[in-house]
């Protein structure tokens, strides 16, 4: 038997399968992950198919160890990462290192390897081999190199699996209950623990195995086990414990179902009976129930004995979202996010493998979760842009997600208050079936929305960010107990630095951006590269003290909230104060319980919450995104204030929002005020239609960066040049042009956008084009390719 293999080495001569034999009695799978010899070195790998006959003409090598007793992959991933690597640029090894959890990817250990029992001898190995990496002392390098060159010594490459069970010993019964019973009666009146143990197995044998910390919590010591274990009445096994991110929650009932929303179900139910592949985009307002008719949907996939897969933003996976699948689905339910530990995202992951759960919950790279029979998948949230992924390999969670349907002949719901423009616009031509639940769940009224013009309004407090209506309604709602959401989209206390004198703005040293001031740290950092410094008392630049710290950030206005409702007990969310594991968590836990009356965020807040006791959301700045210089500003800022006004008003209680913007006649703002999404869709299509954008026209953005200008310029034009030799109208060659912000982390950006409706050549010119970059990676240049990029700037 012949395995062909893909190799872990990222580069374009080994993203090609490479043949093995495979030894007898090793049990070889597609799909398994294995070590194999590879040049000098062993790497892992993963079996991408199994043949009888080789079309190498030399001597196979032998494949050296199969990791995992089950192949991680299914036939169905190793498929999709074929086709998948042809649609993104990516070697197919990134793709398939992506499907599985972080700890089954090797950890390669560089180690030096005596050559003679005489070198062994040697004080540098004491018998041992050396690893490299822990080796820092120059005389001992010299040494090292001298070795080898004589031939002493010899470096190999260790392979090490990361991935740990969790092993706990646990007390296995050995005798039935009515022997238990007998030997209950004989021992001696003294003996009261062994009386608890024999009495306690005699009436819940069926509870057992049961661990150490399960028999202590009966009150059962050590000594009185070890005696157990020596009377053969127990005996003692090393088992499996899987690390659960999620403890078990009450039951839950479905809901019944207002009539828009069973005529939704109906119809994804058709499908779902039917086993038919149908993308479906479940266009609802905010707060119409749609989490419902998800976890409705699922119930029926479950009952059809096929399995279920649920996508929602990172930010979303709130253990409010998680616990209410688990309490429709109980043990089913497996979760995959990044907050977990990498042994908790490990035996989750292999839950779903063994087929121990059949509803999958998790973030982006959960829509690669090993499940098998896949009955319906569900994207919440599906206009966010965090689905696809911004680094390599760049995919979309949704058209893996389109692909698996396809696969499995099942449904997929896409959902969303604000639908993506893209989906939207396929949903009108059919490619999706557009379902809409145009009303709130119990049919309450959206929230009235109100927008403040910051040009003609009287500020509260001394900061000039919050508008006297905003702070009246505020006032307003402290004093009946309600609760307030306040959304701003900027980070720190102020969010630059400007000398009055000479007009210097402190500036990032790696990055062509400007510094924000952190006051809680007294520092000025840079969001993008990390880069922070301490808060300079005069001008860098004249050392002239007028030195002020303009616009605005949560920070800020944290503060002035504080001054103006003192007796207010005020949480603010945002990266700042969310870095911690479960800090998150803990805010919006307390929050939900009442505990503040104030909850003021970045985009974070703006999502998927549902707070019965918030009526009043304000926007502080309602512009923070709008004038960015990308097609889909006017898209991301209707999105971003149409669903946190949403939080507001989704109980019994009415629901108020207040906008505050400088720009109240742009219409992303007036429709938004309207939350009326379907104008926004026509009106911003006629917007793409005549600029040439997306979803008119479809997008590849090429960037050059390097940490030389000239040479990523000069890059850039080579490329524009190729493409331009083959490309033709209608297709659109844009730039080479310098990133908006041109410099990031010490590169320089330059950007090539392809519009094109159709290019028979261009994948094929694009993987091109990605092969070159591999050659010119050696001059510090660096070529990268985003198919349907997020952001164009
Ligand atoms: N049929 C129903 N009967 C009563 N209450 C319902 C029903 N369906 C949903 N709800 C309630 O309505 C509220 C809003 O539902 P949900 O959170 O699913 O909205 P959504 O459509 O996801 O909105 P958003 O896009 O704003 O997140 C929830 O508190 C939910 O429990
Ligand atoms: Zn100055
Ligand atoms: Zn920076």
């Keep these: ?9 990222a580069a374009r001569q080994t993203d090609r399968v490479f043949e093995y034999h495979v030894p007898d009695g090793l049990d070889a799978d597609v799909g398994s992950r294995v070590i194999v010899p590879f040049g000098r070195r062993k790497v892992q790998g993963f079996i991408v198919s199994l043949t009888e006959q080789s079309s190498f003409a030399g001597q196979l090598k032998d494949l050296l160890l199969v990791v995992d007793e089950m192949p991680p992959l299914t036939e169905e991933l190793v498929e999709l990462s074929a086709d998948l690597a042809r649609e993104i640029f990516a070697y197919r090894i990134s793709i398939l290192k992506t499907m599985l959890p972080g700890v089954m990817r090797a950890n390669y250990r560089k180690i030096l390897v005596p050559a003679s029992e005489q070198a062994a001898k040697l004080p540098l190995f004491q018998g041992d081999e050396v690893d490299l990496a822990n080796l820092e002392e120059a005389h001992l390098i010299k040494m090292v190199k001298q070795l080898i060159s004589k031939g002493e010594a010899r470096i190999e490459y260790l392979v090490e699996n990361q991935a740990r069970k969790k092993m706990t010993a646990v007390y296995f019964p050995r005798l039935k209950a009515e022997e238990y019973r007998e030997l209950l009666n004989e021992v001696r009146a003294g003996a009261s623990q062994q009386k608890k143990l024999l009495s306690d197995l005699a009436e819940n044998l069926p509870a057992y195995p049961k661990s150490r910390e399960q028999l202590k919590e009966l009150g059962i010591s050590t000594a009185a086990l070890k005696n157990a274990l020596e009377k053969n009445w127990l005996s003692l096994k090393e088992v499996e414990q899987y690390r659960r991110p999620t403890k078990p929650v009450a039951p839950s009932q479905p809901l019944k179902l207002n009539a828009d929303q069973a005529a939704v179900l109906d119809r994804i139910s058709q499908d779902l009976q039917a086993h038919k592949s149908q993308t479906f985009l479940l266009e609802g307002v905010t707060g119409s129930g749609k989490t419902e008719v998800y976890l409705q949907a699922i119930s029926q996939a479950l009952a059809l004995g096929r399995t279920a897969l649920m996508l929602v933003p990172e930010i979303s996976l709130t253990p409010q979202m998680v616990r209410q699948v688990q309490s429709r689905f109980g043990q089913q339910v497996a979760v995959l996010h990044s907050a977990l530990s990498e042994g908790e995202r490990y035996d989750e992951w292999r839950r779903i493998r063994r087929g121990e759960a059949q509803v999958v919950v998790g973030a982006r790279s959960a829509v690669f979760a090993p499940l098998h029979n896949i009955g319906l998948i569900i994207i919440d949230e599906e206009h ?11 995919y979309h969670a949704r058209d893996v ?16 208050a604000t639908p993506s423009l893209a989906s939207r616009a396929r949903a009108q ?18 929230p009235r929305v ?26 307003d709602r402290l004093a009946k107990k309600e609760q307030v959401i306040l959304l701003l989209n900027r980070r720190g206390f102020a969010n630059f630095m400007l000398c009055r004198n000479c007009g210097f703005v402190l500036k990032c040293p790696n990055c062509d951006l400007s510094l924000t001031m952190h006051k809680d740290t007294w520092t000025m950092q840079c969001h993008y590269c990390g880069y922070q410094e301490a808060v300079p008392e005069v001008c860098p630049n004249c050392r002239d003290r007028q030195i002020r710290f303009l616009g605005t950030g949560t920070q800020k206005v944290q503060e002035e909230l504080s001054e103006l409702f003192p007796q207010a007990k005020i949480l603010r969310m945002d990266v700042d104060t969310t870095r911690r594991k479960g800090s998150y968590e803990r805010i919006l836990t307390s929050f939900g319980r009442g505990e503040a009356d104030i909850l003021l965020g970045t985009q974070m807040i703006a999502k998927g919450l549902d707070f019965p006791n918030v009526t009043l959301v304000g926007v502080v700045n309602a512009d923070t995104g709008l004038w960015l210089p990308d097609y889909n500003a006017s898209e991301k800022t209707f999105e971003l204030l149409t ?34 999404y379907e104008l926004f869709y026509a009106k911003e299509m006629q917007v793409r239609h005549a600029g040439d954008y997306p979803p008119y026209f479809y997008t590849v953005l090429v960037s050059v960066s390097a940490k030389n200008e000239q040479n990523a310029a000069r890059e850039a034009f080579k490329i524009k040049r190729q493409l331009l030799s083959v490309l033709k109208a209608p297709t659109i060659v844009l730039g080479p042009a310098p990133a908006t912000i041109s410099r990031l982390k010490n590169q320089y950006y330059y950007q090539i956008l392809v519009k094109y409706k159709r290019e028979k050549h261009l994948n094929e010119l694009l993987h ?14 660096n070529v990268e390719i985003d198919p349907e990029p997020e952001r164009i700037m």
């Design 429 to 446: 031509k059919g490619v999706y079936q557009l379902l809409r639940l145009q009303k709130r769940a119990k049919n309450q009224p959206l």
């Design 450 to 475: 109100d927008l403040i013009d910051l040009k003609h309004v009287q500020f509260a407090g001394s900061q000039f960010d919050l508008s006297c209506p905003l702070t009246e309604a505020i006032q």
């Design 643 to 676: 669903q946190v006004a949403g939080r507001a008003g989704r109980a019994d209680k009415e629901g108020q929002v207040m906008i505050q913007t400088y720009n109240p006649d742009h219409y992303a703002i007036r429709l938004a005020q309207k939350q009326d």
């Design 401 to 416: 997600a389109i692909w698996r349907s396809r696969y499995h002949g099942c449904p997929l719901i896409l959902g969303s």
């Design 768 to 781: 091109q084009i990605q092969d070159q970059a591999q050659e010119v990676k050696k001059y510090g240049l």
């Design 1 to 9: 038997m012949i395995a062909q293999v893909i190799v872990d080495v």
């Design 384 to 394: 966010e842009g965090s689905y696809k992924q911004d680094n390599n390999p760049r």
